[in-house]
């Protein structure tokens, strides 16, 4: 795309300008202006006008000028080229908006979706950067409220008996016919002129204006892989995964990575992806802030206490890994003591969000103070270099510790904070606003097959011979007043509490995996879904409104949608597993019918066609014109007693299938609700699947371990009806 078009790259200079206008014309080729502009010149030369009269009308207006017969030539190519790019990409963006293709079956391909498919591989482009896609992309549809009501009173029917169902039904009636309508024209108008209707309000009404603590409410973690660490190292590990993250981190920047695609060819979007790194959450009175910056050259790192700044960029390049050991065992070998209260200085970020932002203003806003939290805040990711060792041997310990850590010892507001663990394992706590689990999953996938590939020496050492010795750390000053250690340990207090409530339990459920789910010609996710919803309803007697979270990176600045999991047909397969004299053909048939409806409801997600955004963003309205909708009270106030999420695996080029204990045992997140579970899954290859459960303590319904217990017998008694 880049040959033959060196004029470009000197008018627009290197890096970012000429990354800019190459997505800028995407999926246009550079090369095509010489050649549009070739066959301009030739036209006018054996006597044909290729420019359909634009040279004509050009010359005009250009009259006198020196070489004016080029200026008019030139001038025409460039409009026609302008509008070729506009064309094709509009037709692209058109393309893209064809969502038939999910709904139809393997093997069920429709004469149809195949000329789409056709014209999309002659369309996509060659060789896209990161972003180039961007404007491409659609954006999301707003669906009607008579679809919307439609789906929602589907989903709560088997949550309600006849009489309440019948006020349900009564209040969506009188809301699509009066209020709803009025909402809607404000929500269609937003959507005109917005990239993407819900996403903005999602980011700020969800997360930024939540005045609770974010850790363990918000924030989710991840853990190392199966495979034993190649190294027992903890400088040695925590160099090569930082050196990892910082060339994802450069491919990012430059565009090299390549855009997620579905099927090869349907690109998904990329913009969460800009602020994986250098991004921190500030904390404000009313609402937080995410504040990104373009370039850091730098991480902070925390060990017993102490923070400090490490460059990992020095001398025109980045560090090698052998040069990041050296300085990172330099940190673990200071008998430095911390400043007063710098120890517990991250709980701030772990407290409730007004104390922390008024903290910041009085405290942190002058000397060394400033300059240290700045050095934090602008920082490319936290790295904690643990005193305590992790195994997967005891995966509860492991996952509580990157949840929550000791409250003190994570800095939750970082995009991420990187784990390192004293015996060499890794995870990472990640704040949630800036993006979805994809994100965090996709880079988590990279440094684990990467730190594989790279390898280690035999002693445990990172490869490679330092070209000059790295600059040493940089310890972070302190001035800590007693009111600042008084906010400190009142954050500190509150953070301890959350913890001794959580709840966390982790399973191993390796008796079978995916295969015998696809053997049986089922969804894995819809399999695993109908095994949640079995084993909540043996452990409750009844069913409930459960929440799985649903890309929708189809469309621009998309995130997610719910898929509500719950429905008639998996409360039908529930009490069928439930009754003793049901056949085995009776319940394999509830199974199958069940597991359609999830693919059907998540495939409706998908495209733009689910229920909750949009009730959301409805919401979100009659709030700013201060209209009351007792349905809207009603939908956005049900708990959801069941929060899941598939952590999503195979996201690079690494062939995970044949490295099977390469495959992370996932993360997850701590419990939405009082009296409910939070539930994250990961299909870790062909035969495992790592169930991470959490919940409240002080609930005495609810008890993680025992809800592990009936996932499994749910997963067993559901595969003895395909044995």
Known sequence: MREGFDWIEQYYGEGRHRTHFYNTIFPAPAASFPILLFLVLVSD????????????????YVVGVDSAWLHCRVGAAVLMWFAFIATWKYSLRALLSYTAWIQEGRGQISMKTRIWAGLLTLMCGRSPMTFSYQGCLPRLPVPTVH??????????????DDEEYSKVEKMA????????????????????????????????????????????????????????????????????????????????????????????????????????????RIPGIEVDQLVHINESHHIVVYHKGRYYKIHIHNQGRYLQACELEVMLQEILDSEEEPAE????LAALTAGYRTPWAEARKDFFGKGFNKTSLDAIEKSAFVLVLDDEAQDMDNLDDFGRSMLHGNGCNRWFDKSFTLVVTSNARIGFNAEHSWADAPIMGHLWEYVISNDFMVGYLDDGHTKGVCEYQPPYPMKLQWEMSEDCLKVIQGSRSVAEKLICDVDLHLVTHDAYGKGLMK??????????????????????????????????????????????????????????????EASKEEKQRALKAATARHTATCRQAMTGDGVDRHLFSLYVVARYLEVDSPLLNEALGEPWRLSTSQTPTNQTDFDMSKYPDLMSAGGGFGPVTEDGYGVSYIIAGENVVFFHISSKKSCDETDSKRFGERITKAMKDMSELFM
């Open 45 to 60: 030369y054996v006597g044909y006008d290729f420019s359909f009269g634009l040279t004509e009308k050009l010359e005009e």
């Open 147 to 160: 679809d919307t009501m439609k789906r929602y009173l589907l989903s709560v029917r088997p949550l309600y």
């Open 173 to 280: 009636h009188e809301f699509e016919h009066d209020v709803g309508k009025r909402l809607q024209k404000y929500l269609l108008l937003k959507s005109w002129w917005s990239t993407n209707y819900v996403s903005d309000w999602w980011e700020e009404y969800v997360y930024l204006r939540g005045r609770s603590p974010i850790m363990i409410n918000s924030n989710f973690y991840g853990v190392d892989a199966i495979l034993k660490p190649q190294t027992h190292l903890q400088a040695a590990r925590a160099a090569n995964v930082v050196h990892c993250m910082i060339e994802f981190k450069r491919q990012i920047e430059t565009e090299e990575m390549q855009p997620r695609t579905v099927n090869k060819h349907i690109p998904l979007c990329s913009m969460q992806y800009r602020r994986l790194f250098n991004t921190t």
């Open 341 to 344: 209260g710098e120890e517990h």
């Open 519 to 580: 053997s049986a010609k089922l969804s894995p996710d819809a399999y695993l879904q109908m095994a949640l919803q079995l084993a909540y309803f043996r452990e409750r007697g009844r069913s409930c409104l459960t929440y799985e979270a649903c890309s929708v990176r189809l469309y621009r600045d998309g995130r997610t949608e719910t898929i509500r999991s719950c429905s008639l047909e998996s409360v039908a397969f529930a009490k069928a597993m439930c009754n003793p």
